[in-house]
């Protein structure tokens, strides 16, 4: 492993790499540990991966790529294998104020990873008898990562991690709705996120000029839940909307199928172009009620046919 990549950069590219192979089913005992403050929850289960052709796919893609064969060498912890599930908890704020907590479930060697992140320049400490190892991130921002026990594992900025472990030696657990829609959530998807909030992304896109996209619908979002589930041959994606009102799910509804037909006027542009306006071609946008509804099924060959695309500047090529 490189030393100008840290630790964390390494082990959050596997969680990445292997995010959209993977099959879903909350741990409670990860649920339970989320800040209060916890407004979204991203969930994933990589210990299946190998199980559906695109999971194969992407460990290949990790094996060519990635440089993860070293960093399991050197760290004995090789996210291919030994990682079985991730939870990402966060407050949905941007800024200072914006936090974030990603949970891990596997099968860690804490001594041995331990030394590989002081190897590559991270500060240890110790808060309430746990080990912290303090490093920057890709974007230089500090980022700390502590082991409760040799199965989990928890990456977040100092003070969330620290409140994290509060939680552990107190047994006090996240509860409320936006933990039980978890789990309800949870149990439909393979990969899944549930939202208690969007507010703070309606108001991000107002700051910024919104790309188009009336704010005040973005606004009218009380909740937001989805995932995809992994079949032999297609990946099928979900997404449901609660809104305020009817009419406020049919302007949503009216909203994404404006931006849907943007993309498919583009299909004649470039290949990318294209394979992004078949993909739209298959979404249905409907509102049912309050909510607004979208679900599409994408063939398993179009996506590998994406993650192959070289990027530009890039001269990596992939499966056809």
């Known amino acids: 492993m490189s030393m100008k990549h840290s630790l964390f950069g390494q082990t959050l590219l596997g969680m990445t790499l292997l995010a959209t192979s993977a099959v879903a089913a909350v741990d409670p005992a990860l649920l339970a540990l989320a800040p209060p403050d916890t407004k979204a929850f991203v969930g994933i289960q990589v210990d299946q991966a190998q199980s559906s052709s695109l999971g194969q796919y992407m460990l290949a893609h990790m094996d060519s790529d990635s440089g993860l064969d070293k960093f399991a060498t050197l760290t004995g912890f090789d996210p291919r294998h030994d990682l079985s599930q991730i939870l990402i908890a966060t407050n949905g704020k941007q800024g200072p104020l914006g936090s974030a907590v990603i949970f891990g479930r596997g099968a860690f060697q804490p001594n041995k990873l331990s030394a590989a992140a002081t190897l590559s320049g991270a500060t240890r400490t110790t808060y309430s008898g746990i080990d912290l190892l303090t490093s920057k991130d890709a974007h230089q921002t500090m980022q700390t990562l502590a082991f409760l026990n040799p199965t989990m594992v928890l990456i977040g900025d100092t003070a969330s991690v620290r409140s994290v472990i509060d939680r552990y030696r107190t047994g006090t657990a996240f509860t409320g709705a936006l933990a039980e829609r978890a789990g309800e959530v949870s149990g439909q998807y393979q990969a899944w996120f549930v939202a208690s909030s969007v507010d ?65 006027s583009n299909r004649g542009n470039d290949p990318n172009a294209g394979r992004a306006a078949t993909l739209a071609d298959s979404a249905s946008i409907t509102a049912n009620g309050p909510v607004m509804k979208i679900s599409m099924a994408i063939p398993e060959k179009d996506i590998e046919q994406l993650l192959a695309t070289p990027k530009a500047g890039s001269n990596r090529t992939g499966r056809n």
């Open 200 to 264: 703070e992304l309606a108001n991000n896109l107002g700051a910024g000029g919104g790309g188009g996209l009336p704010v005040n619908v973005m606004q009218s979002i009380l909740t937001a839940a989805g995932g995809l589930k992994l079949t032999a041959d297609a990946v099928t994606v979900a997404v449901e909307a609660m809104t305020r009102t009817d009419k406020d799910a049919q302007s949503l509804v009216d909203v994404v199928k404006f931006l849907a037909s943007m993309v498919q």
